[in-house]
Nanobody
Framework: QVEVVESGGGLVQAGGSLRLSCAAS????????MAWYRQAPGKQRELVAS???????NYADSAKGRFTISRDNAKNTVYLQMNLLKPEDTAVYYC?????????WGQGTQVTVSS
């Protein structure tokens, strides 16, 4: 079992920055990758960025050049640095952790970007 807890959301003006954190605990030794997703009202959940245990990253087109995903394996934590935020980035941001046989979601953190 793995527990995933997000933090760092909030209200920010357009052009501002936020850093989200995702801490994993429990049976974390077999986590292979972690990722950030987001879901805006009335829309499907979408991938924002992912990172493997080895540090390989992948970004949605909407995140490239503005968001950076990183991980601290010693702290079992993944971060999402979000810069140049836009109103369309407003969503609940979820962290996901994969193991070989299963995956786990956090409960989400709200990010609201005002224009």
């Amino acid at each position: 079992q793995v527990e995933v807890v997000e933090s760092g959301g909030g209200l920010v003006q357009a052009g501002g920055s936020l850093r989200l954190s995702c801490a994993a605990s429990g049976s974390i030794f077999s986590i292979s990758a972690m990722a950030w997703y987001r879901q805006a009202p009335g829309k499907q959940r979408e991938l924002v960025a992912s990172i493997t245990r080895g540090g390989s990253t992948n970004y949605a087109d909407s995140a490239k050049g503005r968001f950076t995903i990183s991980r601290d394996n010693a702290k079992n934590t993944v971060y999402l640095q979000m810069n140049l935020l836009k109103p369309e980035d407003t969503a609940v941001y979820y962290c996901k952790a994969w193991r070989v046989v299963d995956y786990y979601w956090g409960q989400g953190t709200q990010v609201t970007v005002s224009s």
